[in-house]
């Protein structure tokens, strides 16, 4: 299966709980940036400009695990910045688990191999470890040499201990298929749990030239689908016929609300017009009609999956032939 059946009961629960109760609007995960501190300056990262003046701030603690609660979403991405780095991050990993949130540990690895003996593998965590290629061109991305083998190193080292371990693979403008071929092959011949892959997108703070327009990533993207079926891409079915613009699909904002030590970030993860207290200013006092793709340019070329995955999730028990679809893909 490409999730666990764990994970699938307890996102199928939640669906039927919300909509049971008419709940109009809910998240599906919630990205939990616990610091925005990191050891690394990669091309195309936004929050090294937009948080430059408050790097060395981190959520508490108490903080997470309140932000998980007020959500309810029973994913949880903890990211940043670098996790690893927030010297409190076993205590948030473990307070996660106790309230059985499945939990996305994002990390760059380069400290992931010696940091595994203060956690234990859980069905709830999975260890997300990002990497844009093999080692030339995702350390030239990174800035810094050595970075794709401290990575590499770190999965081998999780695996062997009994982790689940994913990765996450940024599409640029000049990414190569024949690479990134490469790097699925390899990762899966290190027992690699899964795949996720995305579009690059520019964060509004960030004018590196890296990214892909929509038009153009329509023609290459045509290529993941590809490899889609014959490896273990956690993207699913109906969110690669849209990068191939073969599926059009509106943006969910709040699908994946974001928050951090500033508060709830508004009204996406790559956009930032207000940040409100409490989860439930973010959600009464946006205004959700004014975003997406067609309405704030901004969101013009955006094809990002914390924006349009929980689209599908949403819409696929509208369609037999959808439900059918995400099945077969989730079971091949």
């Given at each position: 299966m490409r999730s666990s059946l764990k994970q699938t009961y307890s996102l199928t629960k939640y669906l039927i709980k919300n909509r049971i109760t008419s709940v109009k609007r809910f998240p599906l995960v919630l990205m939990l940036e616990i610091t925005h501190n990191c050891n690394l300056t990669c091309d195309g990262c936004g929050r090294i400009q937009e948080f430059k003046e408050t790097m060395d701030r981190k959520m508490s603690v108490s903080e997470c695990m309140h932000a998980s609660e007020e959500c309810g979403a029973p994913v949880?991405?903890?990211?940043?910045?670098e996790p690893f780095l927030h010297p409190e991050l076993d205590k948030i990993v473990n307070g996660l688990i106790q309230r059985k949130r499945h939990i996305y540990l994002c990390t760059n690895g380069i400290t992931l191999g010696d940091s595994l003996g203060k956690y234990n593998p859980s069905p709830y965590l999975n260890l997300n470890v990002h990497l844009d290629g093999?080692?030339?061109?995702?350390?030239?991305?990174?800035?810094?040499?050595?970075?794709?083998?401290?990575?590499?190193?770190?999965?081998?080292?999780?695996?062997?201990?009994?982790?689940?371990?994913?990765?996450?693979?940024t599409i640029f403008k000049d990414t190569d298929p024949k690479e990134?071929?490469?790097?699925?092959?390899?990762?899966?011949?290190?027992?690699?749990?899964?795949?996720?892959?995305?579009?690059?997108?520019?964060?509004?703070?960030?004018?590196?030239?890296?990214?892909?327009?929509?038009?153009?990533?329509?023609?290459?993207?045509?290529?993941?689908?590809?490899?889609?079926?014959?490896?273990?891409?956690?993207?699913?079915?109906?969110?690669?016929?849209?990068?191939?613009g073969e599926r059009d699909l509106k943006c969910t904002p709040w699908g994946n609300p974001t928050r951090n030590y500033l508060g709830w970030k508004g009204p996406c993860y790559l956009i930032t017009d207000a940040y409100y207290k409490t989860f439930n200013e973010l959600?009464?006092?946006?205004?959700?009609?004014?975003?997406?793709?067609?309405?704030?340019?901004?969101?013009?070329?955006?094809?990002?999956?914390?924006?349009?995955?929980?689209?599908?999730?949403?819409?696929?028990?509208?369609?037999?032939?959808?439900?059918?679809?995400?099945?077969?893909?989730?079971?091949?």
């Open positions: 949880v991405s903890v990211t940043g910045g093999m080692a030339e061109t995702h350390d030239s991305i990174v800035g810094a040499k050595g970075i794709f083998k401290k990575a590499t190193d770190s999965i081998k080292k999780a695996k062997e201990l009994g982790y689940t371990v994913c990765t996450n693979t990134i071929e490469e790097l699925f092959a390899y990762l899966t011949g290190l027992g690699i749990d899964g795949l996720l892959v995305s579009p690059g997108f520019s964060f509004e703070d960030n004018s590196n030239d890296v990214f892909i327009q929509k038009e153009e990533f329509h023609r290459k993207f045509s290529f993941i689908y590809e490899l889609s079926k014959k490896y273990k891409t956690m993207n699913t079915p109906m969110y690669m016929k849209f990068l191939m959600m009464d006092n946006t205004d959700w009609d004014k975003y997406g793709t067609d309405k704030d340019p901004r969101c013009k070329h955006c094809m990002v999956h914390c924006g349009f995955e929980p689209t599908v999730v949403l819409e696929t028990g509208k369609s037999l032939k959808d439900i059918y679809e995400i099945a077969k893909w989730n079971f091949s």
